[in-house]
């Protein structure tokens, strides 16, 4: 069974971090473009950071860039997404994705593609 699973959400006040972790089971990461989205309270779901190794290549939302940060650790087989100097605005369920399109350009999941969603780990940021 195919499976993502996010952990390491909580509250925080603007300014502090926090590390989100997405462990896969019942397929490998490497090999799929991977990535992070976010959806606030009544908004769409947006995308925040993705790999991809077709050209070894990490993209970032204009939202994020200089305070977030995507890793990978394949014999863990987890996604990191590393969130400094939060704020009220990143307030949102983060969800970890595999089998993206990931360019400057575009995040999305791929149609017809693996399919691969976590469930989601909240993220609050206090001001």
């Known amino acids: 069974e195919v499976q993502l699973v996010e952990s390491g959400g909580g509250s925080v006040q603007a300014g502090g971090s926090l590390r989100l972790s997405c462990t896969a089971s019942?397929?490998?990461?490497?090999?799929?473009?991977i990535g992070w989205f976010r959806q606030a309270p009544g908004k769409a779901r947006e995308g925040v950071s993705c790999?991809?190794?077709?050209?070894?290549?990490?993209h970032y939302a204009d939202s994020v860039k200089g305070r977030f940060t995507l890793s990978t650790d394949y014999v863990k087989n987890t996604l990191y997404l590393q969130m400094n100097d939060l704020k009220p605005e990143d307030t949102a369920v983060y969800y970890c994705?595999?089998?993206?399109?990931?360019?400057?350009?575009?995040?999305?999941?791929?149609?017809?593609?693996?399919?691969?969603w976590g469930k989601g780990t909240l993220v609050t940021v206090s001001s």
């Open positions: 790999y991809t190794s077709y050209d070894d290549s990490t």
């Open positions: 019942g397929f490998s990461l490497d090999g799929y473009a």
């Open positions: 994705a595999a089998d993206l399109l990931c360019s400057s350009a575009v995040m999305a999941p791929m149609v017809n593609g693996l399919g691969a």
